[in-house]
T-cell receptor, first 113, second 111 residues
Framework: GAGVSQSPSNKVTEKGKDVELRCDPI?????LYWYRQSLGQGPEFLIY????????DSGLPNDRFFAVRPEGSVSTLKIQRTERGDSAVYLC???????????FGPGTRLTVL | GEDVEQSLFLSVREGDSSVINCTYT??????LYWYKQEPGAGLQLLTY?????DMKQDQRLTVLLNKKDKHLSLRIADTQTGDSAIYFC???????????FGAGTRLAVHP
């Protein structure tokens, strides 16, 4: 079956511009997660949705970052006024309604010039 | 605090066993995970173990968990060149859904 999909696969933007990253989870998965992976590091948790609501947003680094999941399926991660330090691979994952197995998408590589 | 530690690099000969080690900090984690990441690819879930188990075997993979020492290991039997990748250990502190990852162990398999 189809896995987690993310778009775009690559995004290059200029400092100060806003970006939107999209995640389409596995069909039927109620939980959706965003992580950020910097070069040479493991993924770092950003936010977790259960259904339409953000159940844990403790990993969002500041108020320039926010995410939505209006219909409980597709999610969009939005970064406003991007900074060079936001450059990373943004990973999305989904799971059934328990934490046993999170399945990751291929990621969006964001480069801020 | 939340921290997962892994050695950065492991080199093995093809056909040998690989053992990748990890230490974690949160004794309330209910699951411990191993993920594999190949160059330019996303994370692939390899296996996970419930915290009340001490061993799990899945084909060539064996996971050992020492909860007292908060130590997790992944053994890959008969390591092949296709096993070359970065392996990440992760825990879910408090039993919640947020995963905390280590920095990854790069496994290099040579002939």
């Amino acid at each position: 079956g189809a896995g987690v999909s993310q778009s775009p696969s690559n995004k290059v933007t200029e400092k100060g511009k806003d970006v939107e990253l999209r995640c389409d989870p596995i069909s039927g998965h109620t939980a959706l997660y965003w992580y950020r992976q910097s070069l040479g590091q493991g993924p770092e948790f950003l936010i977790y949705f259960q259904g339409t609501g953000a159940a844990d947003d403790s990993g969002l680094p500041n108020d320039r970052f926010f995410a939505v999941r209006p219909e409980g399926s597709v999610s969009t991660l939005k970064i406003q006024r991007t900074e060079r330090g936001d450059s990373a691979v943004y990973l999305c994952a989904s799971s059934l309604d328990h934490p046993t197995a999170q399945y990751f998408g291929p990621g969006t590589r964001l480069t801020v010039l | 605090g939340e921290d997962v530690e892994q050695s950065l690099f492991l080199s093995v000969r093809e056909g040998d066993s690989s053992v990748i080690n990890c230490t974690y900090t949160d004794s309330s984690s209910t699951y411990l995970y191993w993920y594999k990441q190949e160059p330019g690819a996303g994370l692939q879930l390899l296996t996970y173990i419930f915290s009340n188990m001490d061993m799990k075997q899945d084909q060539r993979l064996t996971v050992l968990l020492n909860k007292k020492d908060k130590h997790l290991s992944l053994r890959i039997a008969d390591t092949q060149t296709g096993d070359s990748a970065i392996y990440f250990c992760a825990e879910n502190p408090g039993g919640y859904n947020k995963l905390i990852f280590g920095a990854g162990t790069r496994l290099a398999v040579h002939p």
